[in-house]
């Protein structure tokens, strides 16, 4: 590209301005979408990504029961400490791999059971982002890797 004036290389500087800012826009709303929207999981060799849309169906699988939004938190602490059990998907993090996995497949077992096939696909995300059918995928090669490294630690963020 010719610049031919001062008024031109202004005006291309400000195109390259313009560039970098959208660049930059672009990149932090892709982070921003990557922490507030997905969880990142981590166990041994195996990682992947989980929506914040099915953590409702982890829930249901975890505890047997739909989680209802604005329900008080108070009343599920103290649930959890009743009951002991983890109640939310990002309740894993840090807990050792083989001594969830019970648990976990147990969980599963809710979860992939034809019975309660129609009340997971409920839960399906309105966005499509989303569905029983991916989660229970995700959610089985999770259960695979907890069998694969029992001494590892759940990382999820």
């Not at 301005?17 to 929207?37: C, G, H, M, S, T």
């Not at 109640?87 to 147990?106: D, H, R, S």
């Not at 259960?143 to 990382?155: D, G, L």
Request: net charge neutral.
């Amino acid at each position: 590209m010719l610049i031919n004036t001062i008024h031109d290389e202004i005006l291309v500087d400000r195109l390259i301005d313009r560039k970098l800012v959208i660049n930059i826009q672009a990149y932090w709303l892709a982070e921003l979408k990557r922490i507030f929207v997905s969880y990142s999981i981590s166990i041994g060799d195996y990682h992947s990504s989980v929506t914040w849309n099915v953590m409702p169906m982890f829930v249901l699988a975890f505890t047997g029961r739909q989680w209802r939004r604005r329900v008080d938190r108070d009343m599920r602490a103290r649930e959890r400490e009743e009951i002991n059990q983890i109640t939310q998907f990002k309740e894993l993090c840090g807990l050792v791999a083989g001594e969830v996995l019970p648990f976990l497949e147990a969980s599963l077992r809710h979860m992939s059971d034809e019975g309660n096939k129609e009340e997971y696909q409920s839960l399906n995300a309105k966005n499509g982002w989303g569905t029983h059918k991916r989660t229970l995928e995700i959610f089985t090669k999770m259960v695979e890797a907890c069998r694969e490294f029992p001494e590892e630690r759940i990382s999820i963020r």
